[in-house]
C-alpha cells in the first residue's frame, strides 16, 4: 500500500536512525516519545510557554528579575588597626537579617585577611531564595513561611516558587509537572552503572557516582551560560533524581528496575518506582505515606548557606558541570555532620529502648565523660524550635495511625523524650529544642524505607535548592571563583638540604 504524504514525513523525519538521536538530544526522552502517542491527555500544547517551545526572551526576563544584586551601601565604619590606622568599611543591609561588614577590600586597605574557620560569621554569597532567623524559628522560601507552604502546598509546587520565585497558577502549575514527567526518563545506557556496583555499595555512593555520570550525557552542547539551557538542566535535576535514586534502592535489594508512569504524582512516582511489586501491578500506596514523604521533601527543599549547598556553589563557581557540582553536593551531604541526623534519631531510640529508661540517657547526655548525646535536639541556625519540626511532628502523629506496634512504641518514646527534655533546665538553657530529624525518621521508617536511603531522601529533596542556589549564582553579572584564604601556622622558607647531608 502507497504511504500517505503524513506518513512519508514520520519516516523521514523521525524514524531515521540519525535523526532520531538528534531528535532525542534536542529534547527530553519523554516529549520525545509522547509525541507517537494517540492519548490526547499526553499531547501538551505548543504555546511559548510549554516545555522546550519556551522562548529565549521569556526565560532571560525571568533570569534577570531573579538575579540577585548586593545592595548600596548607606552606612560605613571604622576599622582602627593597631598602629592607629584607621581604615572605612562599608556596611551592607538586605531585605532581612543581620547588617555585613563588606570585606571585598580589606586586603587591599590593610593588607590582611579575616579568620573564620566555618565560615559562622560570614557572608559568601547574595541570594534571594531562602531565609532562615534562628533566633525566630523563622524559615521562609521566597518570601512565605514554611508553615504556609506545607500546610496549602505539595512538594513539586513548592519546586516551582524555588526555581521561579513566584507560586504557580493552575496552569503553570500543569505545565510544570508536566515538563518534570517529560524528563523523568533516563537514558537506557545510564542503567549500565548500576550493574559495576558491589551489592552491599551505600546508595549515596551509588548516586555521588550516577549524578555525576549524568555530566557524560549532558557535555558537550550544554550552554551554562545560557539562562535557557540553565533552566532546562534544573528541571532534569528534579525529574531525574528520584529515577536514579529508586534505581539505586532497587539495584541494592535485587529487584527489577521500575520506571515512572505519567498518570502519577512526582512524590508517587518515586514510591511507586520504589516499591513496585512485580507480582502486583494493581498495589497502590497508601495516600497518607504519600502525603508524609511530600512533606518531608518539602521541609527539606533548601536550607540557606549550608554546607551542601556551599559546596555546589564554590563546585559550579568555577564553571563546572551542573551534574558533577550536584554530585559533589551529595558527597557533602553524605557526612553524618550533615546529613545522617535522622539516622541517628532512629538509633538514639532504638537504643533507649523504653519510656522509662528516658531518665536514665537524660543524665548520661548530660555527662560530658559519657559519648552518648540526645539527637535531634539543637541546631547550627537555629535558637528557638525548628518550625520544620513543628510540621513534622504533626504529620508523624498523622502517620502513627497506620503505624504498627513496634513504630507506635518508638513514637511515644520520642514524645516522652520531648517532653521530659524540654521541662529540663539543662536544655532550656542551651536552647536544645526537637529539630526536624527528631521526627522525620520515624516516618521514613514506617514508609518502609531503609536507613541507608534516609539521606538520599534527603538528597532527593535538596537537589531543588541545590540547583536553584547554583542557577542564581550563574545568574549573577560575574561569577567570582571560590577561593578562601588560610592562616597559613607551617614551616618558614628554608633552604634545601641535599640528601647526603641530611
Known amino acids: 500500500m502507497e504511504s500517505t504524504k503524513k506518513d512519508r514525513h514520520m519516516s523521514a523525519d523521525f524514524l531515521d536512525e540519525e535523526k532520531l538521536m538528534q531528535a532525542t538530544e534536542a529534547q527530553s526522552l519523554g516529549h520525545f516519545i509522547k509525541r507517537f502517542t494517540i492519548n490526547p491527555k499526553n499531547k501538551r500544547k505548543n504555546s511559548g510557554e510549554s516545555g522546550m517551545y519556551i522562548s529565549k526572551e521569556v526565560v532571560e526576563k525571568r533570569n534577570k528579575k531573579l538575579a540577585p544584586k548586593a545592595p548600596e551601601s548607606k552606612e560605613k565604619c571604622k576599622l582602627i588597626l593597631p598602629d592607629g590606622t584607621e581604615v572605612e568599611l562599608s556596611i551592607l543591609e538586605g531585605t532581612l537579617g543581620p547588617k555585613m561588614l563588606d570585606i571585598r577590600d580589606l586586603y587591599a586597605k590593610t593588607g590582611m585577611f579575616t579568620f573564620d574557620p566555618g565560615y559562622t560569621a560570614s557572608g559568601s554569597c547574595v541570594s534571594a531564595i531562602t531565609y532562615i532567623d534562628g533566633g525566630k524559628g523563622q524559615l521562609l522560601y521566597r518570601g512565605y513561611k514554611i508553615e504556609d507552604l506545607a500546610a496549602n502546598c505539595t512538594f513539586i509546587e513548592t519546586c516551582f516558587l524555588l526555581l521561579y520565585g513566584e507560586l504557580p497558577t493552575a496552569s503553570d502549575l500543569a505545565d510544570f509537572e508536566e515538563r518534570v514527567k517529560d524528563e523523568m526518563l533516563v537514558h537506557e545506557k545510564l542503567k549500565d552503572f548500576f550493574k559495576g556496583f558491589n551489592p552491599k555499595a551505600h546508595p549515596m555512593a551509588i548516586m555521588c557516582s550516577v549524578i555525576g555520570a549524568l555530566s557524560s550525557f549532558y557535555h558537550e552542547d550544554l550552554d551554562i551560560e545560557d539562562p535557557k539551557q540553565r533552566e532546562r538542566v534544573a528541571i532534569q535535576m528534579i525529574a531525574k533524581f528520584p529515577t536514579l535514586a529508586a534505581f539505586s534502592f532497587r539495584t541494592s535489594m535485587g529487584l527489577p528496575m521500575v520506571y515512572p508512569r505519567r498518570d502519577l504524582s512526582y512524590t508517587e512516582n518515586f514510591l511507586h518506582m520504589m516499591f ?145 527534655a524540654l521541662e529540663d533546665d539543662y536544655f532550656i538553657s542551651r536552647k536544645l529544642y526537637p529539630n526536624v530529624d527528631f521526627y522525620s525518621g520515624i516516618v521514613l521508617q514506617e514508609l518502609s524505607i531503609p536507613t541507608n536511603m534516609f539521606t538520599v531522601i534527603f538528597a532527593l529533596a535538596r537537589t531543588i535548592g541545590w540547583v536553584c542556589q547554583w542557577k542564581e549564582m550563574m545568574s549573577e553579572d560575574t561569577v567570582k571563583i571560590g577561593r578562601p584564604r588560610q592562616l597559613y601556622v607551617g614551616e618558614k622558607c628554608r633552604e634545601f638540604v641535599a640528601m647526603n647531608e641530611r
Open 276 to 420: 513496585s511489586d512485580p507480582m502486583d501491578q494493581e498495589a497502590v500506596v497508601e495516600p497518607v505515606m504519600t502525603e508524609a514523604l511530600d512533606k518531608i521533601l518539602l521541609l527539606h527543599a533548601d536550607h540557606e548557606q549550608n554546607a551542601s549547598t556551599s559546596t555546589v556553589r564554590i563546585a559550579g563557581s568555577s564553571k563546572a558541570n551542573p551534574f558533577a557540582c550536584i554530585s559533589a553536593g551529595i558527597a557533602s551531604l553524605w557526612g553524618p555532620a550533615h546529613g545522617g541526623a535522622n539516622q541517628a534519631c532512629i538509633e538514639m531510640l532504638q537504643e533507649i529502648g523504653e519510656a522509662t529508661n528516658i531518665p536514665k540517657y537524660i543524665e548520661k547526655a548530660k555527662d560530658k565523660k559519657d559519648p552518648f548525646r540526645i539527637m535531634g535536639f539543637g541546631h547550627r541556625v537555629y535558637k528557638n524550635f525548628d518550625p520544620r519540626a513543628t510540621v513534622m511532628a504533626k504529620m508523624c502523629k498523622k502517620v502513627v495511625e497506620t503505624m504498627d506496634s513496634k513504630n507506635q512504641e518508638m513514637l511515644s518514646i520520642a514524645l516522652e523524650l520531648e517532653r521530659i
